[in-house]
Nanobody, 114 residues
Framework: QVQLVVSGGGLVQPGGSLRLSCAAS?????MGWYRQASGNECALVAT???????NYEDSVKGRFTISRDNAKNTVYLQMNSLKPEDTAVYYC???????????WGQGTLVTVSS
């Protein structure tokens, strides 16, 4: 069972920045982040492949940057220009192959509020 350990999150003012990290216990072909705001479904935020190909949900393009360190099996989510609507529990996930079931890390709460 692959373990994913998430760090980061917390309270930030609108316009501020946060960085989330997710360390996996094994190399994963694709890694990414989902988020779930209160009362909403879980939604994809960003993904990154082993070859560093990235994909972003439209509302975070230009503000969030996903990156990974393959040597550390770690994925990062740099979140800039945060808005109150970014408030959510953020989950890290990863797949060992593009067709395998996802592994999930624990959620971390990001609250954007003044």
């Amino acid at each position: 069972q692959v373990q994913l350990v998430v760090s980061g999150g917390g309270l930030v003012q609108p316009g501020g920045s946060l960085r989330l990290s997710c360390a996996a216990s094994a190399r994963l072909a694709v890694m990414g982040w989902y988020r779930q705001a209160s009362g909403n479904e879980c939604a994809l935020v960003a993904t990154i492949s082993g070859g560093l190909r990235t994909n972003y949900e439209d509302s975070v393009k230009g503000r969030f940057t996903i990156s990974r360190d393959n040597a550390k099996n770690t994925v990062y989510l740099q979140m800039n220009s945060l808005k109150p609507e970014d408030t959510a529990v953020y989950y890290c996930y990863g797949r060992q192959s593009y067709t395998s079931d996802p592994h999930w890390g624990q959620g971390t709460l990001v609250t954007v509020s003044s």
